[in-house]
Structures are given as C-alpha cells and as structure tokens.
C-alpha cells in the first residue's frame, strides 16, 4: 500500500472499522470482575451519539439506550475507544441480575457517574 496524497497511508485506512447497517452486538467475555460486551452502531446512531456528548463522555443507560442500544440491565458505558467512536464498550460486574441491575452483594464500582437507572428502560437479551 502506498501513500496517498491526503498523507495517509492505505494501511491506516484499512484498520478502521466501517460504520454497521444496523446496530451490532458482540458476545459477552469476562475477566475475573465484569462481563464485557461492544455494540458498533450505525452512522446515524454515531451521529446522533455526538450531538449528545460531543464524544467527550460516556454515555449515562438512558442515553445509550435512547440511541437503539438494547441489552438487558446493569451495563455500564465504560470508556470511549477514541480510534473508533461509534464502537461502545460496555461492562458489568460479574453475577448482576439482569433484570433489575443490581450488583452481586458487597461489589464496590471504581466509578459510577454512568449506572445512573433509566426507569421505563426496555431490555433485550444479554
């Protein structure tokens, strides 16, 4: 691959991550503390997700959920994968309910300006 005349390379084109047709689930994997999971969404999500937080923030369960994102309760918005704004990264503690999100007994979160409930929030799956 060569360079272009814009200064990039093709290869530094080719490590990015094309906008989905439809909002895009991972599976779930864990460590020894949460369960993680990505969601890609489409550009107009993406879009959508910049008018609210300029991508200078995470993404409170009201907002994310307010963008399409379904999933079921307890997931936190956890970090913002600058390289590709539109992927969301998502955590949550092992063993929580999903249906009310709440935390196994005696889990202490490192943050949690971002568990903020969403009441009427609709859940899907995982």
């Known amino acids: 691959f060569g360079s272009s005349g814009s200064g990039r390379t093709n290869s530094s084109i080719c490590t990015m991550s094309r906008y989905p047709d439809e909002i895009q689930y991972s ?18 999500n993406a879009q959508a997700l910049f008018r609210i937080t300029g991508g200078r923030r995470r993404l409170t369960e009201c907002e994310w959920r307010s963008l399409g994102v ?4 307890g997931w936190e918005h956890y970090e913002i ?46």
């Open 27 to 44: 599976e779930t994997y864990q460590d020894d503390t949460y369960q993680f999971r990505h969601v890609k969404l489409p550009k107009v």
């Open 70 to 73: 379904q999933q079921s309760r």
């Open 81 to 126: 994968h600058y390289p590709e704004p539109h992927v969301l990264l998502f955590r949550r503690p092992l063993n929580t309910n999903p249906v009310t999100g709440e935390w196994p007994p005696g889990f202490k979160a490192e943050y949690s300006e971002n568990l903020r409930p969403c009441p009427e929030a609709p859940t899907k799956g995982n």
